[in-house]
């Protein structure tokens, strides 16, 4: 990957949270600013062709509940769950 130097303002209580995190982690203050600046990237990428995303149709209407129900089953079905070897 090849790397460009650049010059960024900053919110001065922004950069101390990340000073924070990075010696706390023990990560680079760099690396955490290349990582926001990949996830800004690829929010703000735009494609020219149609994405070709699959419809699943249950034959019915799923209301949120039900999706909130079934996520709550799954999550809570892997706490209980032995670890794999």
Do not use: C, N
């Amino acid at each position: 990957m090849v790397m460009k130097k650049t010059t960024v303002m900053v919110d001065e209580e922004d950069l101390a949270l990340l000073k924070q995190a990075a010696a706390r982690e023990g990560r680079s203050e760099s690396e955490y600013l290349r990582e926001a600046f990949h996830l800004v990237a690829q929010r703000a990428r735009r494609w020219s062709e149609d994405w070709d995303i699959p419809v699943v149709d249950f034959g019915r209407p799923i209301s949120a509940e039900e999706v909130h129900q079934t996520v709550t089953d799954v999550i809570s079905e892997r706490h209980t769950r032995p670890a794999r070897e």
